[in-house]
């Protein structure tokens, strides 16, 4: 595990923060915290074995949030000065002021134990950032390349993306954070087309809060790399078969669903689903609201007996994992559904006050730790913390072909591709990479034109069995989107292979009129 980068040690956000928080604190301010942060991103994309752009940026600031008679002020800044610290305290106080007089309910956050001093950093081997940009690039090339050997792809690209998060927080309880934590994401995808279509086929790796030893492997040859080697020498094969399957037959079918699918149903009718400020209808953009609301918490019948779902910022490599968010909470795991019941919700300190019965410490309400700001510039909101469904615990719990094998007539579906679900976050339709056939409890080859359609609740309660941990692995994205203005967060889903009952399947083709 590496340790912080000195490059961002020695800016000089701690005499910064002590010049911020003292002024707020003069300016009455009944709280404040500060948020210094420097974000590096480097992107790379290759098509047909030639470069085709590459990027690095970063976004360095700071930020001041008050809490000031009783109402939110918030200020930013990117000089770093302790006069400029001074400023934006100043301004963050002055906006307060001026949305006192339009706040009907004061603000209130849950008590968090205080922090002093404390550090985390993120568990990876090598920062990709500090690796070479031509030894990255001539990487990509080369899945390129050997992607089109394949008779079947017409073109192929590889694209790969990079982050390092720095931040310290501090407030005037005393907390002060330092944190460092690195991200990444490579993909691939083989593109061709047959009699009658065009198609395409991406790498289903997920991207994970590791280091560049996912690419090329630890150097101590322990396991950390995905397997791009044998991927790529599959997918040439596998998008020959796809261009030449048959149409799916619609109607009601059984799904075994790989993880690489399912993590994206999760994200979008759980995940968003059950952070609180949506339930309460406080957070509307881009997700909408929530059917799951708080007066159905310990009643609503969400799935199956067998489905467990737990919120967790704690998990290692999860895209949101971090040690303590952007309140100065420290980050935990929690239930969010038990035995097919919502139990619990997303929560940051302003939420934590809302259903107080939630989760506590000390018999007081609590955060469970998903405050998220993704530049210096924006204020921190609830955020998605790594929302996972939990794996058959049972020392006989079954594996993918188990599964496969409980199957009349259904389909297997392997890797995420496009999605529609309501505002409600409750009807919902879902594509996939692949869609193979199951008869009599075999794989019978591909199928295409497939989408998977139900409302939440139905998807849900129809999960038969879930398999065991030896299925279960960690999906996610870099780009959930929510709030106004906009922010975009990274957030990971573990789950495990799963079989679900009587699903609705939609010939796309004939949907769409083709």
């Known amino acids: 595990?590496?340790?912080?980068?000195?490059?961002?040690?020695?800016?000089?956000?701690?005499?910064?923060?002590?010049?911020?928080?003292?002024?707020?604190?003069?300016?009455?301010?009944?709280?404040?915290?500060?948020?210094?942060?420097?974000?590096?991103?480097?992107?790379?994309?290759?098509?047909?074995?030639?470069?085709?752009?590459?990027?690095?940026?970063?976004?360095?600031?700071?930020?001041?949030?008050?809490?000031?008679?009783?109402?939110?002020?918030?200020?930013?800044?990117?000089?770093?000065?302790?006069?400029?610290?001074?400023?934006?305290?100043?301004?963050?106080?002055?906006?307060?002021?001026?949305?006192?007089?339009?706040?009907?309910?004061?603000?209130?956050?849950?008590?968090?134990?205080?922090?002093?001093?404390?550090?985390?950093?993120?568990?990876?081997?090598?920062?990709?950032?500090?690796?070479?940009?031509?030894?990255?690039?001539?990487?990509?090339?080369?899945?390129?390349e050997r992607l089109r050997t394949g008779a079947a792809v017409d073109h192929a690209s590889a694209a790969l993306a990079q982050v390092q998060e720095n931040k310290y927080y501090a407030d005037l309880t005393g907390t002060r954070t330092t944190q460092q934590r690195v991200r990444l994401m490579p993909t691939f995808t083989a593109m061709g087309a047959g009699a009658d279509t065009f198609d395409s086929m991406s790498s289903i790796a997920p991207p994970v809060g590791r280091g560049w030893e996912y690419v090329v492997?630890?150097?101590?040859?322990?396991?950390?790399?995905?397997?791009?080697?044998?991927?790529?020498?599959?997918?040439?094969?596998?998008?020959?078969?796809?261009?030449?399957?048959?149409?799916?037959?619609?109607?009601?079918?059984?799904?075994?669903?790989?993880?690489?699918?399912?993590?994206?149903?999760?994200?979008?009718?759980?995940?968003?689903?059950?952070?609180?400020?949506?339930?309460?209808?406080?957070?509307?953009?881009?997700?909408?609201?929530?059917?799951?609301?708080?007066?159905?918490?310990?009643?609503?019948?969400?799935?199956?007996?067998?489905?467990?779902?737990?919120?967790?910022?704690?998990?290692?490599?999860g895209l949101a994992t971090i040690g303590y968010d952007d309140e100065g909470v420290q980050t935990q795991s929690w239930d969010i559904v038990r035995d097919g019941v919502l139990v619990g919700y997303q929560l940051d300190r302003p939420m934590g006050v809302m259903l107080p019965e939630l989760n506590q410490l000390d018999g007081r309400p609590r955060s469970n730790g998903c405050a998220y700001a993704d530049s210096p510039g924006h204020i921190p909101i609830q955020r998605m913390a790594n929302v996972s469904l939990q794996p058959d615990p049972s020392p006989d719990a079954p594996g993918t072909d188990e599964l496969i094998g409980r199957v009349e007539r259904g389909l297997y579906v392997v890797g995420d591709k496009s999605w529609s679900i309501d505002m409600q976050r409750f009807n919902f339709q879902f594509t996939g990479q692949r869609f193979y056939a199951i008869r009599d409890g075999e794989l019978a080859g591909q199928v295409r034109d497939v989408a998977y359609q139900a409302t939440t609740t139905d998807f849900w309660g129809s999960l038969e069995a879930v398999g065991g941990a030896q299925t279960w692995e960690l999906g996610g994205a870099f780009n959930c989107g929510k709030a106004q203005p906009g922010q975009v967060a990274a957030v990971s889903h573990g789950c495990p292979t799963s079989l679900f009952r009587g699903v609705r399947i939609l010939n796309t083709r004939e949907e769409g009129g083709a």
Not at 224 to 237: L, N, R, S
Not at 289 to 306: H, I, N, Q
């Open 217 to 317: 492997g630890r150097a101590d040859g322990a396991p950390g790399a995905w397997d791009w080697d044998a991927e790529i020498d599959e997918v040439p094969e596998l998008l020959a078969e796809k261009l030449k399957a048959p149409s799916v037959e619609p109607g009601d079918h059984d799904l075994v669903i790989h993880p690489s699918n399912l993590w994206l149903t999760i994200h979008e009718s759980i995940g968003h689903a059950t952070e609180l400020d949506r339930a309460l209808g406080y957070e509307a953009n881009y997700a909408g609201t929530s059917f799951a609301t708080p007066d159905l918490l310990g009643t609503l019948r969400y799935g199956s007996d067998v489905m467990n779902v737990t919120g967790d910022r704690t998990v290692e490599h």
């Open 1 to 144: 595990m590496s340790g912080l980068d000195p490059t961002f040690t020695d800016l000089p956000y701690r005499s910064l923060g002590d010049a911020a928080l003292a002024r707020a604190r003069e300016l009455g301010a009944g709280q404040a915290d500060f948020r210094f942060e420097r974000v590096r991103y480097q992107s790379l994309r290759v098509r047909d074995g030639a470069l085709q752009g590459a990027s690095d940026a970063e976004d360095l600031g700071f930020a001041v949030r008050v809490v000031h008679e009783g109402a939110w002020g918030f200020a930013s800044g990117v000089v770093l000065t302790t006069d400029e610290a001074v400023r934006v305290a100043e301004t963050a106080v002055a906006v307060a002021k001026v949305a006192a007089q339009m706040t009907s309910r004061p603000v209130e956050l849950a008590d968090e134990p205080t922090y002093d001093d404390v550090t985390w950093v993120s568990a990876y081997d090598v920062n990709p950032l500090e690796v070479a940009t031509g030894e990255k690039v001539a990487v990509l090339v080369d899945w390129t």
